[in-house]
């Protein structure tokens, strides 16, 4: 068992202001809360979307440092967590291995992380956090087809707030965050400073050389914001992020035959790492003049992955492999949306559009060092063009009876080329996309405290590039896969807002899914539109109150994602010959059947818990 214990230092007046928040706050009722799920200040609880929502005092209560932890806590949710490879699976839907970019959409402040190794990172000085689940194609565009995860940073205001927490554990494991934001003009100008740092020694040993920091890592990261509100009607923010990771990466181990080791070893002669690098920059601006909002939102985004494998993992001096990978991306991204205020109306509505530039390189190399040869080394350049226009509209009946439609257009143009100065080939291809992606849904209020609903919307996982492999132009690209989300759930409060309850049940199918298979000529993995699948199953969310200071929250979700259709080329049981296998009836990987959690506090007025 992983014992921690920690530290918790707060300067004097977060102290005061804590104790005497929670003092006041001792409520028997839920805390009223607000998400941006649907892009405007809403009740979660009035929104036909099943979604679950974490305040920062929930985040740091349950010590959720990281994407990993954060959908422990969702029921139908998982993550893929992999060295560099974060794949968000939510509802059963997966990509292919070595994807790279994810199903699920990833945003921090309304900014776009793209590329799936980015989106397990530390988490620090956050004011909330998303988990929308089905596709959200409509508002957020491509690569959200089974959900999204919106992060939000804080913010600083006219209150001046700090706090510095620290904690040591075993295996030589710090980390400490801290933070530090309030005016510089009284109600005009404001900067908030935030920053982390975590250390650990890891826990495998590297029995080959007694090394027992092969698996160690290394994390900084750190963030200023700096708002200006000039007037009531103008609210502009520039964020700009930056963290380093620096990792050893020597968990995986042979679970059985002749090269087994036990738990915490490993037998290795590369030492495999993963470094990461990646800075933001992002301008938000916000005008308000109580008839409609102005949102404009401007990025740009950095990241390079620098990564090595140990392919073999053997310390066998006979058959020695590697697979370096180098990945950079550039990201510059642009979205403006103007939005009704009179959210109390008969007619909401929200129109927007948006665009953005990638550049991205894919640099992998497979490494034969006992016999001093490189076997392949494909670079992979890919320009990426997007513009998208969308909207949505919410018109209610009766006072009870709401009835919501949406719909983006979403454009994108790929170019991408490969060169391999090894294997003596480079192609290139381009790649265009248009889809239209509806949403429709309805919902009724049973009474002020019930809503019932029902929601149609389909998603689409963009296609792309074959970058991690040499071959021909004829397998070089792969197409888009597609799903249709349809959704039937209640939403529910009781005694007095002392208690929640909702519960969703969905039915999804999956067009053209993006596998791996061998392909049957050259005998290597590519990726195919080769499969049809469906997922179906229901989640359930409880909150409760009970009495004042005690919280008791649960989530239950089942998910039986299934393969309708699919015929794999694999080897043969003699490793000598290819065939076909037929995997229709069985389960997609990585797609958990049950999926929960139970969680109770009590938080006294002294802020002890």
Same mark, same amino acid.
């Given at each position: 068992m992983h014992i921690k214990f920690g530290l918790l230092i707060l300067l004097a007046l977060a102290i005061m202001g804590s104790c005497a928040g929670n003092a006041m706050a001792a409520s028997h009722s839920l805390d009223e809360i607000t998400v941006t799920a649907q892009k405007s200040d809403e009740d979660p609880q009035q929104i036909p979307i099943s979604l679950d929502y974490f305040s920062e005092t929930q985040l740091e209560d349950a010590k959720i440092e990281n994407t990993f932890d954060l959908l422990a806590?969702?029921?139908?949710?998982?993550?893929?967590?992999?060295?560099?490879?974060?794949?968000?699976?939510? &509802?059963?839907?997966f990509p292919f291995r070595g994807t790279t970019y994810a199903p699920a959409g990833f945003y921090v402040d309304e900014v776009s992380y793209p590329l799936h190794y980015m989106q397990n990172f530390e988490f620090f000085d956050l004011q909330r956090a998303e988990i929308l689940k089905g596709p959200q194609g409509t508002l957020y565009g491509r690569n959200t087809e089974s959900g999204v995860i919106n992060l939000y940073t804080n913010q600083p205001g006219s209150e001046l707030r700090g706090k510095i927490k620290a904690e040591y554990g075993n295996y030589d494991t710090f980390r400490t965050v801290a933070n530090l934001s309030g005016p510089v003009v009284d109600d005009k100008l404001f900067i908030g400073l935030a920053g982390l740092y975590k250390t650990s020694n890891g826990y495998v040993e590297n029995l080959a050389n007694g090394d027992?920091?092969?698996?160690?890592?290394?994390?900084?990261?750190?963030?200023?914001?700096? &708002? *200006?509100?000039?007037?009531e009607r103008w609210d502009i923010s520039f964020i700009a992020d930056a963290m380093n990771f620096?990792?050893?990466?020597?968990?995986?181990?042979?679970?059985?035959?002749?090269?087994?080791?036990?738990?915490?070893?490993? &037998? &290795?002669?590369t030492d495999a790492y993963l470094k990461q690098d990646w800075n933001s920059q992002t301008l938000r601006i916000k005008y308000d003049n109580?008839?409609?909002?102005?949102?404009?939102?401007?990025?740009?985004?950095?990241?390079?992955?620098?990564?090595?494998?140990?392919?073999?993992?053997?310390d066998d001096p006979t058959y020695r492999t590697q697979n370096p990978n180098n990945t950079e991306e550039r990201q510059y991204s642009q979205e403006l949306r103007v939005s009704s205020t009179a959210y109390d109306g008969r007619f909401k509505w929200l129109l927007g559009v948006y665009g953005a530039h990638e550049d991205s390189e894919f640099d992998y190399r497979y490494d034969i060092l006992s016999s001093g040869m490189t076997y392949m080394h494909p670079v992979t350049d890919v320009e990426t063009d997007g513009y998208a226009v969308f909207g949505q509209a919410t018109y209610?009946?009766?006072?009870?009876?709401?009835?919501?439609?949406?719909?983006?257009?979403?454009?994108?143009?790929?170019?991408?080329?490969?060169?391999?100065?090894?294997?003596?080939?480079?192609?290139?291809?381009e790649l265009s996309f248009d889809e239209l992606l509806p949403k429709a849904a309805i919902s009724y209020d049973v009474t002020p405290d019930i809503m019932a609903y029902a929601s149609a919307a389909k998603g689409y996982l963009v296609g792309g590039y074959n970058w991690g492999l040499t071959g021909t132009l004829d397998i070089?690209?792969?197409?888009?896969?597609?799903? *249709?989300?349809?959704?039937?759930?209640?939403?529910?409060? *009781?005694?007095?807002?002392?208690?929640?309850?909702?519960?969703?049940?969905?039915?999804?199918?999956?067009?053209?899914?993006?596998?791996?298979?061998?392909?049957?000529?050259?005998?290597?993995?590519?990726?195919?539109?080769?499969?049809?699948a469906t997922s179906k199953g229901f989640e359930l969310q409880v909150q409760a109150r009970p009495m004042p200071g005690l919280d008791i929250v649960g989530g239950f979700g089942y998910t039986e994602a299934k393969f309708d259709e699919f015929s794999a080329t694999v080897w043969n049981d003699q490793g000598d010959a290819l065939t076909q296998k037929d995997y229709a009836g069985n389960y997609l990987q990585y797609a958990p059947?049950?999926?929960?959690?139970?969680?109770?506090?009590?938080?006294?007025?002294?802020?002890?818990?």
């Amino acid at each position: 068992m992983h014992i921690k214990f920690g530290l918790l230092i707060l300067l004097a007046l977060a102290i005061m202001g804590s104790c005497a928040g929670n003092a006041m706050a001792a409520s028997h009722s839920l805390d009223e809360i607000t998400v941006t799920a649907q892009k405007s200040d809403e009740d979660p609880q009035q929104i036909p979307i099943s979604l679950d929502y974490f305040s920062e005092t929930q985040l740091e209560d349950a010590k959720i440092e990281n994407t990993f932890d954060l959908l422990a806590f969702s029921p139908n949710t998982h993550i893929l967590e992999r060295s560099c490879e974060h794949i968000v699976v939510i &509802r059963g839907i997966f990509p292919f291995r070595g994807t790279t970019y994810a199903p699920a959409g990833f945003y921090v402040d309304e900014v776009s992380y793209p590329l799936h190794y980015m989106q397990n990172f530390e988490f620090f000085d956050l004011q909330r956090a998303e988990i929308l689940k089905g596709p959200q194609g409509t508002l957020y565009g491509r690569n959200t087809e089974s959900g999204v995860i919106n992060l939000y940073t804080n913010q600083p205001g006219s209150e001046l707030r700090g706090k510095i927490k620290a904690e040591y554990g075993n295996y030589d494991t710090f980390r400490t965050v801290a933070n530090l934001s309030g005016p510089v003009v009284d109600d005009k100008l404001f900067i908030g400073l935030a920053g982390l740092y975590k250390t650990s020694n890891g826990y495998v040993e590297n029995l080959a050389n007694g090394d027992d920091k092969v698996a160690d890592k290394k994390h900084a990261a750190g963030r200023a914001t700096l &708002r *200006w509100t000039p007037s009531e009607r103008w609210d502009i923010s520039f964020i700009a992020d930056a963290m380093n990771f620096d990792d050893h990466g020597a968990e995986t181990r042979f679970l059985n035959g002749p090269k087994k080791t036990e738990p915490h070893e490993v &037998r &290795r002669d590369t030492d495999a790492y993963l470094k990461q690098d990646w800075n933001s920059q992002t301008l938000r601006i916000k005008y308000d003049n109580n008839d409609f909002k102005v949102v404009s939102i401007t990025s740009t985004l950095y990241q390079t992955l620098d990564k090595v494998n140990d392919a073999d993992l053997w310390d066998d001096p006979t058959y020695r492999t590697q697979n370096p990978n180098n990945t950079e991306e550039r990201q510059y991204s642009q979205e403006l949306r103007v939005s009704s205020t009179a959210y109390d109306g008969r007619f909401k509505w929200l129109l927007g559009v948006y665009g953005a530039h990638e550049d991205s390189e894919f640099d992998y190399r497979y490494d034969i060092l006992s016999s001093g040869m490189t076997y392949m080394h494909p670079v992979t350049d890919v320009e990426t063009d997007g513009y998208a226009v969308f909207g949505q509209a919410t018109y209610t009946m009766f006072d009870r009876l709401h009835l919501t439609l949406g719909l983006r257009y979403d454009h994108q143009s790929m170019d991408g080329n490969l060169k391999d100065d090894v294997k003596k080939v480079g192609y290139g291809k381009e790649l265009s996309f248009d889809e239209l992606l509806p949403k429709a849904a309805i919902s009724y209020d049973v009474t002020p405290d019930i809503m019932a609903y029902a929601s149609a919307a389909k998603g689409y996982l963009v296609g792309g590039y074959n970058w991690g492999l040499t071959g021909t132009l004829d397998i070089f690209t792969f197409e888009p896969e597609y799903t *249709w989300n349809y959704e039937v759930g209640f939403k529910s409060s *009781w005694f007095d807002n002392r208690l929640m309850v909702n519960l969703s049940a969905f039915y999804i199918t999956i067009e053209d899914k993006q596998v791996s298979e061998l392909h049957p000529t050259i005998a290597a993995t590519t990726i195919t539109n080769a499969a049809e699948a469906t997922s179906k199953g229901f989640e359930l969310q409880v909150q409760a109150r009970p009495m004042p200071g005690l919280d008791i929250v649960g989530g239950f979700g089942y998910t039986e994602a299934k393969f309708d259709e699919f015929s794999a080329t694999v080897w043969n049981d003699q490793g000598d010959a290819l065939t076909q296998k037929d995997y229709a009836g069985n389960y997609l990987q990585y797609a958990p059947k049950f999926t929960y959690n139970l969680s109770a506090q009590y938080k006294a007025d002294n802020g002890i818990f």
